[in-house]
């Protein structure tokens, strides 16, 4: 009789670490951005992916760890959307790198709510502090690429304190929401009416004045 062939079992798929890791990290983020920090259990996290707890905590031994990850994947995401605001085939001058800077840092904080910078601050001290150096090296970006432009006579101290104070103002969802208008709109309106105080020239001015055209001599009648 012939033999009959063992049966098979069935091959089980590599799981890709890396890929599993993404797809954690993606979900972390979206809901921490979202509902903040402490609203987030990790073992809603994993039922969620259909994973397991020993996978979620052999990847990322603690929320800590993931709020770590999170913050250094919102940088990434501000980085690109900053180099996507950029336009490498026409030059800008300073103030219009600066608004492109604007943009790219808005949309990076569009999904951030309230609840996750304040969960940060109080639960995890060390990763508020990367997130801290991570705003202010941002910051230092812009204020580089608008101090040229500033009025001479006008102290850059007061000038990027305001500046930085229109900054955590306007990007309170509160403020924006009251006037009915977005983020973007309600940032880029309020830097335009700080430069006009503070900087030597606005956007799309030219860097010498335009010379103006000598009139046309009038004729004298000869009497």
Request: aromatic fraction near 8%.
């Amino acid at each position: 009789m012939p033999a009959h062939p063992r049966p098979t079992r069935g091959r089980r798929h590599r799981v890709n670490p890396e890929q599993v890791r993404s797809r954690i990290l993606e979900a972390f983020s979206a809901r921490a951005k979202k509902h903040g920090l402490r609203a987030l259990l990790m073992t809603e996290l994993a039922a969620e992916l259909r994973i397991s707890a020993t996978t979620l905590y052999k990847l990322f031994p603690s929320k800590e760890a993931l709020a770590l990850a999170c913050v250094e994947r919102w940088a990434d995401e501000l980085g690109a959307a900053e180099a996507a605001k950029r336009a490498p085939s026409k030059h800008h001058d300073g103030f219009e790198q600066y608004m492109h800077w604007v943009d790219a840092w808005v949309d990076a904080n569009a999904d951030l709510a309230p609840a996750f910078a304040r969960d940060l601050q109080t639960d995890y001290p060390a990763v508020w502090q990367r997130y801290r150096d991570i705003v202010e090296t941002r910051k230092r970006l812009g204020a580089n690429l608008l101090r040229p432009l500033l009025k001479p006579a006008l102290d850059e101290r007061v000038a990027f304190a305001l500046l930085n104070t229109i900054f955590s103002t306007v990007l309170e969802p509160d403020f924006a929401n009251r006037m009915h208008i977005s983020r973007r709109d309600a940032l880029r309106m309020a830097i335009q009416v700080w430069a006009g105080g503070a900087l030597a020239r606005k956007a799309g001015a030219s860097g010498a004045a335009k010379k103006r055209k000598p009139e046309p001599k009038r004729r004298t009648s000869k009497r």
